[in-house]
T-cell receptor
Framework: ETGVTQTPRHLVMGMTNKKSLKCEQHLGHNAMYWYKQSAKKPLELMFV???????ENNSVPSRFSPECPNSSHLFLHLHTLQPEDSALYLC????????????????FGEGSWLTVV | AQKVTQAQTEISVVEKEDVTLDCVYETRDTTYYLFWYKQPPSGELVFLIR??????QNEISGRYSWNFQKSTSSFNFTITASQVVDSAVYFC??????????FGTGTRLLVSP
């Protein structure tokens, strides 16, 4: 059983819909991430949160809006997406982002398969 | 800039064969971490190993082994006596200076009975 759970596992939405992806980690970690995996492209980091504060936003279009209400939960709100946004969205967590500290293992969830029609 | 190259796009083997997945990385930092992840068809990225740049000892875990060579900037992964359950996409990744994984493009391994 994974320590990072994502819902829904599969989502089909129209370009005018508003939907949200949910992620929950049960590992006691302080940092959470959203990654995007498209066909034929390397995995891309989208957002990083540390102790509920956003610390990285990798030039992601505003139609993707993250929310981190506490260190265990992370959401990705989706609004007016395009067909090219269809991808696997992976949530992940790690111990922390302490200053000067890096290299902690990042654990991933099973992902949410998103199809935009 | 940091970069990870997995030149093998897809490898097909028959069960019980040994197989090596190549990973070459680029970074100017002296402190960094290397990772391997396995992605089965379900989509989850399963963590396999983490290695820091100061530890060049090879590691073995069951049928899995890793060969880290700083001289060639390589971190290769070998599966001994492969099994059908090993079929997946395998990713090599690098972290330097910030908690941001830089992934290779992955190698798809297909193990047939």
């Amino acid at each position: 059983e994974t320590g990072v759970t994502q819902t829904p596992r599969h989502l089909v939405m129209g370009m005018t819909n508003k939907k949200s992806l949910k992620c929950e980690q049960h590992l006691g970690h302080n940092a959470m991430y959203w990654y995007k995996q498209s066909a034929k492209k390397p995995l891309e980091l989208m957002f990083v949160y540390s102790l509920e504060e956003r610390v990285e936003n990798n030039s992601v279009p505003s139609r993707f809006s993250p929310e981190c209400p506490n260190s265990s939960h992370l959401f990705l709100h989706l609004h007016t997406l395009q067909p090219e946004d269809s991808a696997l969205y992976l949530c992940a967590s790690s111990q922390d982002l302490s200053p000067g500290g890096f290299g902690n293992t990042i654990y991933f969830g099973e992902g949410s398969w998103l199809t935009v029609v | 800039a940091q970069k990870v190259t997995q030149a093998q796009t897809e490898i097909s083997v028959v069960e019980k064969e040994d197989v090596t997945l190549d990973c070459v990385y680029e970074t100017r930092d002296t402190t960094y971490y290397l990772f391997w992840y396995k992605q089965p068809p379900s989509g989850e990225l399963v963590f396999l190993i983490r290695r820091n740049s100061f530890d060049e000892q090879n590691e073995i875990s069951g049928r899995y082994s890793w060969n880290f060579q700083k001289s060639t900037s390589s971190f290769n992964f070998t599966i001994t006596a492969s099994q059908v359950v090993d079929s997946a996409v395998y990713f090599c990744a690098l972290i330097t200076g910030f908690q941001k994984l830089v992934f290779g493009t992955g190698t798809r391994l297909l193990v047939s009975p």
